[in-house]
């Protein structure tokens, strides 16, 4: 079996971990970095050239699409997909998860609970989005950010609006959220491979900090994660149709609310937190997840033949 990874740096602990374990599985994992593909439609064919040779065939195709490049990655994914390449993730999938208003709309939309969330572009009827928000403080991000970088808190309605204007003037959009008070300095990071969690750790926000994210200094330890943890993040993953990815929860009082979740999740913290082999259940999963795809195209193939 042959899979690709798109990824940028092959040097990622993550990467190198997969590497590993691919090997160890008898995988052939190359690793193609997605800005060195360029993308050809010339009304024929499409066709991705990476150094000037057509990429070659593989069973499966795993995006690492880091935050700084969505755009360009995406149209390589979408690209792949075009070709007839199997996508773990999928293009569409990641697309909308990466965009936290998007996530909410369609998390909510399949009953799942989700912090109060206003995406708005003016400040008039501020008074009401406030109520809606339960009040101050209020959390503020940006659309697509990663690593606690983009997530706000404010503590005043005068600080919400030369906030918001601020971001504006960037260009930038931002969704004003209720602070999940009850939650807050903790949430649960739990990644989900194939309609199963195959690893959750609690992540402790530093002292003074109310961002729990590794990268903002948080500490990550192994939990038993609660069923109704187990189940919200599971659903969230097939109601957003991802087949790996790391969802966020925080304890609130109506139950276990999804912060965002993550499609191409990293998994240092989690495997040193946890102990457990996180590359190995991937690798598991892209090799099933392939031979059902292999399959399929098989059966449309003899089907067209007939
Ligand atoms: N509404 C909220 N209430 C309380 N804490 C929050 C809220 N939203 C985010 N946080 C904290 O901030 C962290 C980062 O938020 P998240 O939405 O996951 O963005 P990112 O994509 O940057 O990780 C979360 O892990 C959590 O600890
Ligand atoms: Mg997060």
Redesign the pocket.
């Known amino acids: 079996m042959r899979i690709a990874v798109l990824s940028r740096n092959r040097s990622l602990h993550s990467i190198r971990r997969l590497l590993q374990e691919a090997s160890t599985a008898g995988v052939q994992l190359d690793t193609i970095n997605p800005l060195e593909c360029q993308l050809v439609v010339d009304g024929k064919q499409s066709h991705i050239l990476v150094g000037n040779q057509d990429v070659p065939d593989y069973d499966a195709v795993l995006p690492r699409i880091g935050a700084s490049i969505t755009e360009y990655g995406l149209a390589v994914v979408k690209q792949f997909e075009a070709l007839g390449y199997h996508t773990i993730n999928h293009s569409q999938a990641i697309a909308e998860s990466r965009d ?1 208003m998007r996530c909410a709309q369609i998390l909510m939309q399949a009953g799942l609970l989700v ?1 109060p969330t206003v995406l708005t572009r003016t400040q008039k009827g501020m008074r009401n989005i406030l109520k809606i928000v339960g009040g101050m403080p209020a ?1 503020l ?1 940006v659309l697509q ?7 706000m808190l404010v503590n005043s309605t005068l600080s919400l609006a030369s906030v918001l204007d601020a971001f504006w003037g960037l260009g930038k959009d931002l969704v004003i ?4 008070a009850e ?2 300095g ?2 649960y990071r739990v990644l989900v491979v194939g309609k199963e969690v195959v690893a959750a750790m609690m ?1 402790t ?1 530093p002292e003074g900090e ?4 590794i990268h903002r200094g948080g500490a990550g330890s192994l939990i038993k994660l609660p069923k109704a943890y187990e189940r919200a993040a599971v659903r969230a993953t097939e109601v957003l149709g991802l087949e790996i990815a790391g969802v ?1 929860l ?1 304890d609130s009082d109506r139950g276990p609310m999804i ?2 979740v ?1 499609s191409s999740p990293g998994f240092e913290g989690i495997e040193r937190a946890t102990g457990l082999n996180i590359a190995g259940a991937m690798v598991q999963h892209m090799i099933a997840s392939a031979d059902r795809s292999n399959k399929r195209k098989l059966r449309q193939k003899l089907r067209g033949r007939s």
């Open positions: 936290k912090p959390v991000k950010g990663t690593q606690g970088v983009g997530v959220q209720q602070f999940i939650g807050a903790r949430d992540r926000a109310f961002r729990s994210n966020d925080i912060l965002e993550n």
